[in-house]
């Protein structure tokens, strides 16, 4: 749908900062972060809502989420934890009408700082931000290796 913002990032024609994508579905910084970090995962077939989208693409969407919220974790940005949203319908405050699932990372004690980015929703350091995610997902796919180098 070319009137769709998130149709037009999945197509490439519409600008963002992409941190992971495959056959069914993308994954790119938001605009207006939350906090550093904040990813919306959103499937490449446009669905404005729960209700136009295929389970099995919902189910494979929270898998990158999970995944996503592990990297956040295992990268750079070494969160502590994550929220993992997904606002289905006007009702829920969904303001893009295609079906997204948010990934913010959370860190122990970032109350303050995260209402503060609630209210604010400043962009940080795009590049950044995509690479210690990037360096995160590269991470989970690399095996634990023990002190004798092992993996496991
Ligand atoms: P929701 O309220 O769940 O519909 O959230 C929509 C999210 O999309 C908000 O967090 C926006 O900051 C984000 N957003 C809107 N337009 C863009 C865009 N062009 N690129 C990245 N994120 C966007
Ligand atoms: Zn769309």
New binding site residues.
Partial sequence: MSDC??CR?VAGT???TKVHEDDTLCA???????ARG?T?VVPKTHAAELDELDPELGAHLFRAGHRLALAMRRGALAADGANL???DGRA??????HI?L?VIPRKHGDRLAFAKGFLL?RPHDPVGTAAAITEGLAALDRPNLDSEGTAS
Avoid: E, G, K, Y
């Fill in positions: 913002v998130f990032i519409a600008p963002a790119f910084l938001d605009i207006r972060p939350i904040h919306l949203v997904l606002n829920a405050f969904q303001t893009v009408p997204h948010h929703r």
